[in-house]
């Protein structure tokens, strides 16, 4: 996980910034459904898959904690 989309998340969760949260969970959902149409057989997305939904994780966990 990012350390960086932790301290992102921790920082809306202590301002008690729904909205921003539920954007930047939008953000990564939208780019992790980009990097799967891009996936062939040359061209493998699993990894960067991996990591949105990792942090699509740390994010609903900060949206659960409002």
Do not use: P
């Not at 990012?2 to 990564?28: M, P, Q, T, W």
């Not at 057989?41 to 990792?54: A, G, H, N, P």
Request: proline share 0%; hydrophobic share 40%; net charge negative.
């Amino acid at each position: 996980m990012s350390f960086a989309i932790k301290s992102i998340v921790d920082g809306y969760v202590s301002l008690k910034d729904r909205n921003s949260l539920e954007g930047l969970r939008e953000h990564r959902q939208l780019l992790r459904r980009r990097v799967n149409d891009q996936a062939t057989e040359y061209f493998d997305v699993s990894r960067t898959i991996q990591i949105l939904d990792e942090e699509i994780q740390v994010i609903e966990a900060g949206i659960s904690q409002l």
